[in-house]
């Protein structure tokens, strides 16, 4: 269902409108180019060998004023005297970053043997967070925890790109393993990979495949059984193939490794229902499908997977989470116990995965996107929804998508064990 509301905004009557009424202010996302330079600041004394990675990005360094890119290096920030130029770095030219721009924050990670270090390290998740809220015209503003700038290319690339419009108020952690090189063209970072994604007939999966697709993947579009014909067409459309399994089945792991004899390198768990209920309302058959689509098969076909030997060295595992998981949501027990289960699964799997298996493991964490699924919710929830983050509007299947794509490229190697929302920093949970 359009949002009829942000179209209206969009109209000079409709600006007038709203403004008065002291109604949101949402600003149409730009998701197709960024026109303007990138500014790189620093705040406290860096090591980071930052110049370069930002050169390859191919974005001309800001010359009339005008970013569409700002850069602040605050690595190096360690006691509150330098925590002041981030202050004195940013103050002067937020004003300035043109509308859908982005502002990138770079921290260490936290010192445990310096709580100065540590304390003014997590001051900047509380800055970011803040003018994330504040900055407005379709603006977003991230913190990348990082120790060297090579293994976050791919990281900086997507948070400097049109591909993360809807990731907002985001702390990222990239870490110092550069496993996986990068790609021979950054428009195509998947050729030649093999990617599964789960519950994509439709919906945000169908756009997860889409986007993958679009960057070279060979996808594998996985839904159940009585979706088979849109699967079909799916997979037609994007030069892959469909299959036909219910991701719940006992052997669902068994039978994905036979399909794919060449093995896989993206799985992608995003297959999901929902059956709503108060607990007090809610029959042990609601919360049982819910945890076994959402968890117990993700779980399962991970283990199996992996035991296997079927997710090849450098594969990526992106699981879907959601903010319900996060924050909770009334009516959702199962839903956000699932999902909640979702991050547990990420955090605990991803170190071994990487060092036994070499795959990373990660998780996106939708906040309201505009699909069926949240079209059917009732108008007045939908609308609370819709504008409770900081960018006033829903995000797109393919913002989530891009940011899959993103953690599921070869040269994301050094992103493990993140959970990252796609939300616009929707105000539910931290
Ligand atoms: N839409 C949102 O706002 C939102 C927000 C947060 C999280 N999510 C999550 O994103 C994912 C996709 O959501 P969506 O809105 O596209 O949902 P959707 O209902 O439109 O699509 C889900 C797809 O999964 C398939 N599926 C369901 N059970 C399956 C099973 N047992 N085996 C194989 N396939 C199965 C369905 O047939 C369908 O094609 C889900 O995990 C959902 O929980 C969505």
């Keep these: 269902m359009a949002d009829r509301y942000l179209s209206f905004t969009g109209t000079a009557p409709g600006r007038f409108l709203t403004r008065r009424l002291g109604l949101p202010q949402p600003a149409a996302l730009e998701r197709g180019s960024l026109t303007g330079g990138l500014l790189h600041l620093t705040a ?23 970013p569409a890119a700002v850069v602040l290096d605050a690595t190096g920030v360690r006691d509150v005297d330098s925590l002041a130029e981030v202050h004195a ?14 502002v990138v924050v770079l921290g260490a990670p936290l010192d445990p043997a310096d709580h100065h270090q540590a304390a003014v390290q997590q001051a900047l998740e509380g800055f970011t967070r803040s003018l994330g809220k504040e900055i407005g015209r379709g603006r977003t503003v991230n913190l990348v925890r990082l120790t060297d700038a090579p293994a976050a290319e791919s990281t900086l690339r997507f948070l400097l790109s049109p591909a993360s419009a809807y990731v907002t108020g985001q702390v990222i952690g990239v870490g110092a393993t550069t496993q996986g090189a990068a790609p021979d063209d950054w428009d ?46 799916a997979a037609e459309r994007l030069g892959g193939t469909a299959l036909a399994l219910d991701i719940t089945a006992a052997d ?16 992608i768990h995003n297959a999901g229902i929902t059956r709503d209920r108060r607990l007090v309302n809610m029959p042990a058959d609601r919360w049982g499908s819910v945890l076994d689509v959402n968890l117990a098969s993700v779980l399962r076909t991970t283990d199996a997977l992996l035991a296997a030997g079927a997710v090849n060295r450098g594969g990526r595992i992106v699981a879907t989470a959601s903010i319900a998981g996060l924050a909770g949501n009334a009516g959702q027990t199962n839903y956000g116990a699932s999902k909640a289960g979702i991050v547990g699964l990420v955090r605990s799997l991803a170190p071994r995965a ?8 990660n998780a996106v964490a939708p906040g309201f996107i505009e699909t069926k ?53 929707s105000l539910l949970g931290a």
């Design 44 to 66: 406290g004394k860096t090591d980071l060998d930052l110049a370069p990675v930002l050169a390859r990005t191919g974005r001309p360094r800001d010359e009339d004023g005008r």
């Design 252 to 267: 669902a792991g068994e039978r994905i490794a036979a399909a794919l004899p060449g093995g896989l390198d993206v799985l």
């Design 188 to 233: 195509l970072p998947l050729a030649g990979r093999t990617a599964l994604v789960t519950g994509a007939a439709r919906g945000i999966g169908a756009a997860v495949a889409e986007t993958l697709a679009g960057q070279g993947a060979q996808v594998v579009v996985l839904d159940v059984p009585q979706a088979e014909r849109e699967a079909r067409e």
């Design 89 to 102: 770095a940013l103050h002067p030219v937020v004003r300035s970053v043109a509308a859908s721009g982005r």
């Design 373 to 425: 699924m949240t079209a059917a919710v009732p108008l007045f929830i939908r609308e609370a929804g819709r504008r409770m983050n900081s960018l006033a509007q829903g995000g797109l299947p393919v913002d989530v998508a891009e940011t899959t794509a993103w953690l599921a490229h070869p040269a994301s190697g050094a992103v493990n064990g993140q959970v990252v929302r796609v939300c616009g920093q």
């Design 354 to 361: 990487l060092a036994e298996h070499g795959v990373t493991v």
